[in-house]
């Protein structure tokens, strides 16, 4: 079964100075409960979280006590709060991890990378209408994104969920993947379901 792999937000600057409706100006987590937006350190955020990225990929404790700290000095530093998610859903904190992805969504709106995190939180969490329905808003933003199609098709098949861009999914997948890995997998998803219509008398050529 091919794993789904959550995707770090890596040299974007978030420069939006407010949250819509749901996230307000007081933060939920471990970082500064009363930061506000006439509060925020915007060069101490950055440099906090571009230190964070230099050790991201071999020291996880460290690199999450620098993004809280990131978020402490600039709690709308986007990138922060998704990579900050990534973390915590490695670590299986799936509330967590899905509130730093819906903060980072509100703050990077032309990034499809916080959705396509946020519906791995929801899929782990059972929410798979859900996980599938932030996936599609991460397409919204950028059509044709392969990660999120990758992302929808493995919550389909792994929920036995059938709609009808299933196939066009896995189509996309086989098309555009680079990776044979993929392609074997959603060929093999895509003849099963071939099958299935073949049995119920229609066919997905």
Request: net charge negative.
């Amino acid at each position: 079964m091919i794993p789904i792999r959550a995707f770090w937000c890596v040299g974007i600057i978030a420069v939006a100075v407010g949250l819509s409706t749901g996230c307000g100006s007081t933060a939920r987590g471990p970082y500064s409960p009363n930061a506000t937006a006439e509060q925020r350190n915007i060069p101490e955020g950055e440099r906090l979280f571009q230190k964070a990225m230099t050790i991201i990929e071999k020291d996880g404790v460290e690199t999450e006590k620098l993004l809280n700290e990131a978020l402490t000095a600039d709690l709308y530093h986007g990138p922060a709060h998704n990579n900050l998610g990534v973390l915590l859903l490695k670590k299986g904190k799936l509330y967590e991890a899905a509130n730093e992805f819906t903060w980072a969504g509100k703050l990077l709106s032309g990034h499809p990378d916080p959705r396509v995190n946020l519906a791995m939180a929801l899929e782990q969490g059972g929410k798979s209408q859900d996980a599938i329905a932030s996936c599609k808003t991460a397409l919204e933003i950028q059509p044709g994104y392969l990660p999120a199609i990758q992302t929808a098709a493995l919550i389909q098949a792994h929920n036995g969920i059938a709609s009808d861009d299933q196939v066009a999914n896995l189509s996309t997948i086989i098309e555009r993947s680079s990776d044979p890995i993929w392609r074997d997998w959603a060929m093999k998803q895509r003849l099963a379901i071939n099958m299935r219509e073949t049995d119920h008398g229609s066919f997905h050529p």
